[in-house]
């Protein structure tokens, strides 16, 4: 689990987030982290998740997101906030600026039933896969790597494409073979902090934290 300075880098799509709440000091507040998303970087694909909430503020360069189909460029000091279940993607456009940004994450009203601490083993593998060189040029995983991941985090996530329809057959046949040839959703090697850092004080007061 998390603390504040703790890194997660995603060293194939150009994610590098240092959290600024994490699971050990959160309490009862939203986890926040500093994303930066270097040139050209993008979250692996669009999706959305089901319980949670996320709230997005660029503080330096710029952010594209779509939201629910709508294109939004976030400028330093704006904010968008993504409601549980509601579709998003985001990318860094910038082939030279890096875009700083606050992300908070809050569980949704009602989903008492959901840990919000599972987000971070997602991020976990997901990065640690990338940073072992086991995704594509995306950051996407093997099918079978995929489809266990996809299973274990439904709560946590879902991707849009392919169609519902089609991923739920897949994963009838895909999640079950992956995990009898070995595959894990939740590998302790991946899902743990990838490094220890001080952050930037300005982000923190940004964020409402004291150094």
């Known amino acids: 689990m998390s603390r504040c300075g703790d890194v997660y880098e995603n ?8 959290v600024l709440r994490g699971t050990e000091d959160r309490g009862d507040g939203p986890a926040i ?3 930066t998303a270097r040139p050209g970087a993008a979250v692996v694909g669009e999706h959305f998740h089901p319980y949670l909430i996320e709230k997005f503020t660029a503080l330096r360069g710029r952010l594209d997101a779509r939201i629910a189909g709508k294109h939004l460029c976030l400028e330093p000091g704006q ?6 279940g509601v579709v998003h993607d985001w990318w860094n456009s910038s ?9 908070e994450i809050t569980r949704a009203p009602g989903a008492d039933h959901f840990d919000p601490g599972r987000f971070e083993l997602l991020i976990g593998m997901l990065f640690g896969l990338a940073n072992d060189g086991k995704v594509d040029k995306n950051g996407r995983p093997s099918p079978l790597q995929a489809a266990v991941i996809v299973r274990e985090f439904a709560d946590m996530v879902v991707f849009t494409h392919p169609p519902q329809a089609v991923q739920k057959v897949l994963l009838g046949i895909l999640a079950p073979l992956g ?3 070995g595959y894990k ?4 090697v991946y899902c743990r902090p990838h ?3 001080t952050p930037d004080p300005e982000v923190l007061a940004a964020a409402g934290l004291s150094s």
């Open 33 to 35: 982290a500093h994303l």
């Open 79 to 84: 904010s968008a906030t993504v409601e549980a």
């Open 11 to 18: 060293k194939i799509t150009g994610e590098y987030a240092v």
């Open 195 to 197: 490094a220890h850092v």
């Open 95 to 103: 082939r030279a600026e890096e875009a700083h940004v606050l992300v």
């Open 179 to 181: 995990k009898l040839l």
């Open 185 to 188: 959703a939740i590998d302790p």
